[in-house]
């Protein structure tokens, strides 16, 4: 992978981990603002970082256990090889759409191949 590619991706995921964070952390102050994340989390994520959400967009929060730990791994959006070293067909088709990366001071989030509700990085297209 392109080691700019990787920055922004890297960069992008922090903003997203520090906004989550900030979620969660008032989520263990405040049961009221807990109850709400997790009855309705889009709206919540709406109103925290002033961005419309696209009506398609899924976002569930769950809850850890004592004995339960989850560990999300977050959509990769790096174009793939095959083994001759050359792009597969399903991230041809992506890199085609230009690669977005985009963040606020709230949040962020990396996409290949559409642009997401978080935005589109102008020139990303010619780091794939």
Known sequence: MHEQLKQMISQAMNTRFEFERQLIE??????NFKQELLSNPKAVYARESGEEMPTDLEI????ETANKVYLVLP?????TTTDEGELSEEALEAVAGGV??????HYAEVC???RSWFGKVKGANNLA
């Open 112 to 114: 290949v191949g559409f």
């Open 100 to 105: 977005c990366i985009s963040g606020s001071r």
């Open 26 to 31: 008032r989520a263990l102050e405040d049961e």
């Open 60 to 63: 569930e929060v769950i809850r």
């Open 75 to 79: 959509n990769n959006p790096a174009p």
